[in-house]
């Protein structure tokens, strides 16, 4: 049973390109979060997901960045123009439906890592 | 706005101490408290995680304590190894879902033998 999938694990990309993150939820999940850690840094939510529909994308930067979730096919976290600032650990997370009082968790990804150059 | 803050920021203990970090959380509206183990270039695992309808949960070497009143929450490790040696975060988040999830900034935990 795999674990939550993403890749690359390491990005570079030159200023001014366009970043894809990857991110395969376990098997029977189908809501997807993503969050970035700065260095040193706690984990900030970006968006939630789910197959085809984006729930809550109040953490998403207004410009560059955009998440879709297709009905087939991991997510994609998309970058463009990235710029210095970009570079962090993006890690992506994936539960099955969480509702009020329930147990079940968010499992998270190892990440991955983007450097801007 | 941090809205939830996490010390000490780091903290290094000897072999079987008990190392104690500490969150404290603004919003009154977050009903779901966990802890998230991180090691280098992993992601975060959950640990233990805690509800406010208790004060204090336990499983195997860590326990949490929770003091809704203060609006603290914090983490103790019994008999800690030098495999305990990660980052820790606590994080909160409220509403119908538990997936937004609101980070402590961590604390990096040495555990030396």
């Known amino acids: 049973n795999a674990g939550v999938m993403q890749n690359p694990r390491h990005l570079v990309r030159r200023r001014g390109q366009e970043a894809r993150l990857r991110c395969s939820p376990m098997?029977?999940?189908?809501?997807v979060y993503w969050y970035r850690q700065l260095p040193e840094e706690g984990l900030k939510f970006m968006v939630y997901?789910?197959?085809?529909?984006?729930?809550?994308e109040s953490g998403m930067p207004k410009e560059r960045f955009s998440a879709e979730f297709p009905k087939e096919g991991p997510s994609i976290l998309r970058i463009q123009q990235v710029v210095r600032g970009d570079s962090a650990a993006y890690f992506c997370?994936?539960?099955?439906?969480?509702?009020?009082?329930?147990?079940?968790?968010?499992?998270f990804g190892q990440g991955t890592r983007l450097t801007v150059v | 706005q941090q809205q939830v803050k996490q010390s000490p920021q780091s903290l290094i203990v000897q072999k079987g101490g008990i190392p104690i970090i500490n969150c404290a959380y603004e919003n009154t509206a977050f009903d779901y408290f966990p802890w998230y183990q991180q090691f280098p270039g992993k992601g975060p695992a959950l640990l233990i995680a805690?509800?406010?309808?208790?004060s204090e949960k336990k499983e195997g070497r860590f326990t949490i304590s929770f003091n809704k009143s203060a609006k603290q929450f914090s983490l103790h490790i019994m008999d800690s190894q030098p495999g305990d040696s990660a980052t820790y975060f606590c994080a909160a988040s409220s509403g119908a879902g538990s997936y937004q999830l609101t980070f402590g900034k961590g604390t990096k935990l040495s555990v030396i033998p």
């Open positions: 098997k029977g999940h189908s809501h």
């Open positions: 805690i509800r406010p309808d208790v």
């Open positions: 997370a994936s539960s099955p439906d969480l509702r009020r009082g329930s147990n079940t968790e968010a499992f």
């Open positions: 997901l789910q197959k085809e529909n984006i729930i809550d």
